[in-house]
């Protein structure tokens, strides 16, 4: 992803002065010096990168700061919060409410991606169980129109054009009516991309916005623009009152800095990045997880949503089957559907503290994909019984030929993944059954773990036998090598997310520890 390369050199830079046997003034502006020079090498505006070096020298004062105290550490948290301010305008982002008729209108420059991000967006709130209608008033561009409908018609979401209507104005307004009228719960305009020297196309822009009083601007902003972001975004917030931005192509090799400068020129909060063509390429932006996340730190608050998304309550027969002891084939089909939903694994990977940009680099997310769907074939070639099973029944080599056949899935790839549920099925029986850890809880505790896995009070705690329990619970898993081994199959077996997964296992053994050592 673009900014790993900035990511890898200001974390290089803090690395070094972790080294340095003395912090003073010459070892602070030595990391200055490293960081802002990164900063402007990925284009990020001149005058924004003096203010981060003015604020950190501020926060800094090596003559006020105690001997006793960890100078490195006070340097450390003032770089991450001045890399926030950078991304954070510090004002609350607009969000739709579900059951109330909410308007959104997309500007900005030819190009940008603005109709992909549309369908991006309008898919992102379906998921959401939102009602989502896309207009397109893009009359300008050949070709808009088809894009629009092509996109939509792939996501399954209803959309309004027309080919006929050269007004984009009248379009956008009988677009808006009919959703309105179908009491859709988001309607989504897409406009034509427009220069800030276009002083006609401004004009329509402004009067595409008093006709359909949008309740939210979101303008998208190319990632690759470099330098001319700045002023290009103070031209789009003076004609119309930009809410929000979407930093689109963030996937590619460009430096990415000048899209962030963007923040700063329009007083607007980043929403979204896009980060690819697909559908699902479209990551949810905050500003310190997105700092933590560049600078190899992990996401959990991400993860936590993510896994979340997954909606694991919602599927009783695998609940129950759990709290037995019992992990089916079936119930492995339905999880390895539910994290195809979320994307490349590299992706999900990102969020886990320890995965460097390195390491994610060396992830092939399209052979990770293929390998899935290979798993898919392969459980769609099974019986309703054998799906039903624990998979011993494939011990029978007629069987696991009969599946190699009907799904085009070599022998010795079926077995790998019959060992890899086996593996998770002795992890599930562990946990569940009359003697597993589940059995320590009640019901209700259950359903509530199971409905917020991020979460986890108390009182629940105490009833798996504390944080020592829990431990213990993971010793038992083997240290979760398990997932590990899976992880690497999954992932084609790249040696850099072994590396990375081992980094994450022992980080969590760390804290494990810890955290035991501290509640006893």
Known sequence: MVLNELGARINGALQALSKESVIDDKALDALLREICGALLESDVNVRLVQQLRVNVKKRVNMEELASSTNKRKVIQNSVFDELCSLVDPGIEPWQPRKGKQNIVMFVGLQGSGKTTSCTKLAAY???????????????????AFDQLKQNASRAHIPYYGSYTE???????????????????????VDTSGRHKQEVELFAEMEQIAAAVKPDNTIFVMDGTIGQAADSQARAFKESVDIGSIIITKMDGHAKGGGAISAVAATGSPIVFIGTGEHMHDLDKFSARPFISKMLGMGDISGLVETVQDLQLDKNEDMMKNIAKGVFTLKDMRDQLQNIMKLGPLSKLMGMMPGMSPEMLKSMDADESTKKLRSYMCVFDSMTEGELNSDGKLFDDEKRLRRVARGSG?????????LMQHGQFGQMVKKMGGPNGMLSKMNPAAMQQMAKNPGAMNPNMLKQMGGMG?????????????????MMKQMMGGGGGGGGGMGNMQ?????MMGGLGGAMG
């Open 125 to 143: 709130y379906k998921h959401k169980g939102m009602k989502v209608g896309l207009v397109c008033a893009d009359t300008f561009r050949a070709g």
């Open 166 to 188: 050269a007004d984009p104005v009248q379009i956008a307004a009988d677009g808006v009516a009919q959703f309105k009228k179908d009491k859709f719960d988001l309607i989504i």
């Open 409 to 417: 899935v070599r022998m010795v790839e079926i077995q790998a993944l």
């Open 469 to 485: 329990g829990m431990q213990k619970m993971i010793q038992q898993m083997g240290g979760m090598s398990g997932v590990q081994d």
């Open 506 to 510: 022992e980080m969590m053994s760390q």
